[in-house]
């Protein structure tokens, strides 16, 4: 597992770079688990090829549009989250729990559960997206 606690550029949720009330652009020093969840969520929301460094990067979970909502397209999408995670040696495969929920006829609530086991208290980091099947969004909640 690499390490979490590095200084990274700081970006919003739509890829933009944050820029601070100072006009500086914004990093992830603030908070120690900042650039780790920034990280998480970069790998979940991107799809192969998109980074030409790193083409295998994304999870790709756009190729569920079109789907039926079924548990077999949700254990799909569940193992489609885990490699992207375990890529690289970025989570390893035990410390990664993935969980789903349909909470729609086309939407699949995924919990995405990490455990840090080289920090002082055992940290856990945890987030939620919503995907949507009939037409592609990634919401995280």
């Given at each position: 597992?690499?390490?979490?606690?590095v200084k990274d550029l700081r970006w919003?949720?739509?890829?933009?770079?944050?820029?601070?009330?100072?006009?500086d652009i914004g990093d992830t020093s603030?908070?120690?688990?900042?650039s780790f969840v920034q990280e998480v969520r970069t790998r979940l929301m991107s799809e192969l090829y998109d980074w030409r460094l790193h083409p295998q990067l994304g999870a790709d979970l756009s190729s569920l549009?079109?789907?039926?909502?079924t548990r077999n397209l949700a254990e799909e999408g569940k193992a489609m989250i885990v490699a992207s995670l375990t890529k690289d040696g970025f989570?390893?495969?035990?410390?990664?729990t993935v969980r789903y929920i349909p909470v729609a006829?086309?939407?699949?609530?995924?919990?995405?559960?990490?455990?840090?086991?080289?920090?002082?208290q055992q940290e856990v980091i945890e987030l939620s997206l919503v995907v949507r099947t009939d037409e592609f969004e990634m919401v995280f909640v």
């Open positions: 597992m690499l390490p979490y606690r919003t949720p739509n890829g933009d770079l944050v820029i601070g009330q100072d006009g603030l908070h120690s688990l900042a549009v079109g789907e039926a909502n989570c390893s495969p035990g410390y990664v006829i086309d939407e699949i609530l995924y919990t995405v559960r990490i455990a840090l086991p080289n920090t002082t």
